[in-house]
């Protein structure tokens, strides 16, 4: 039977897996589908058409699914959707999408969500990130696989972080970040790459060596983006183990609307 303590409140259309478990003074909403192994602790509202996956633990006084802090909403059926394994620390608020972009926020698996991180409407938080406590995400923002955000960033509505970048304490971003860079400050500025990171998990030595040479290329040389972009495009050839890590640095500078932090 599922784990609910008797002063919490769940309405009976929700679907709670078996295993789930919930704890005193939790209200959850008849729209609210959660998965098997989920811990709830005490306090939390989940409400919404909120689904949420497997094995995650949500401590308490968390708001999940709660209508978006935009005044064009209108009571739309909008979503959350949260993976598996996630770990979403106290007093976290996660709202529902709007209609028009979407409509969904999106929270992907494995991530680290410390306490007081808000994450607006229509976000996409992908997997294995670290969100360190107050980060605040606008609406429409999205942060790739393995992004770092350090305490007190706020970032600014339709910004794109790029895979493996970290962003640095009490940062104020309004820009798009590429991937592996290191960044922070207000005004924001390029400090290196995430090389602690990139070798934390296993990059190898040539894929090191291109993502510093993207590095180089962006931000040392003096060269325009487009020229920047060019030399990035030679390193596939150049340093076939980083392909991959270079295609990824190509598809993000093409598909930026912001324009990069530079």
Known sequence: ????????????????????????YTVIGPHVRIGAGTTI?????????????????IFQFSSLGAVPQDKKYAGEPTE???GDR???????????????AGGVTRVGNDNWIMAYTHIAHDCRV??????????????????????TVGGLTGIH????????????????????????????????AVRGFNIVGLRRRDFSAQRLAAVKQMHRLL?????????????????ATEMPEAAGDVALMESFLANSTRGIAR
């Not at 794109?160 to 820009?175: C, D, E, K, N």
């Not at 920047?228 to 030679?234: E, F, N, Q, S, W």
Request: hydrophobic share 45%; aromatic share 6%.
């Open 1 to 24: 039977m599922t784990q609910v303590h008797s002063t919490a409140v769940v309405d009976p259309q929700a679907q709670l897996d078996a295993s789930v478990s919930v704890g005193p």
């Open 86 to 100: 996630n770990v979403i620390r106290e007093f976290c608020t996660f709202n529902l999408g709007v209609p028009g």
């Open 80 to 82: 959350l959707v949260i």
């Open 126 to 147: 992908d997997d294995h990130t670290t969100l360190a406590n107050n980060t605040t995400l606008a609406g429409h923002v999205h942060l790739a696989d393995w992004v």
């Open 157 to 188: 509505q339709f910004v794109s972080i790029g895979a493996h970048a970290m962003l640095g304490f009490a940062s104020a971003v309004t820009q798009d970040v590429p991937p592996f860079m290191l960044v922070d400050g207000n005004p924001l």
């Open 219 to 235: 931000y040392r040389q003096g060269k325009t983006l487009d020229e920047a972009r060019a030399g990035i495009a030679a390193l």
């Open 41 to 57: 602790g005490a306090h939390c509202v989940i409400e919404g058409r909120t689904t949420i996956g497997r094995d995650n633990r």
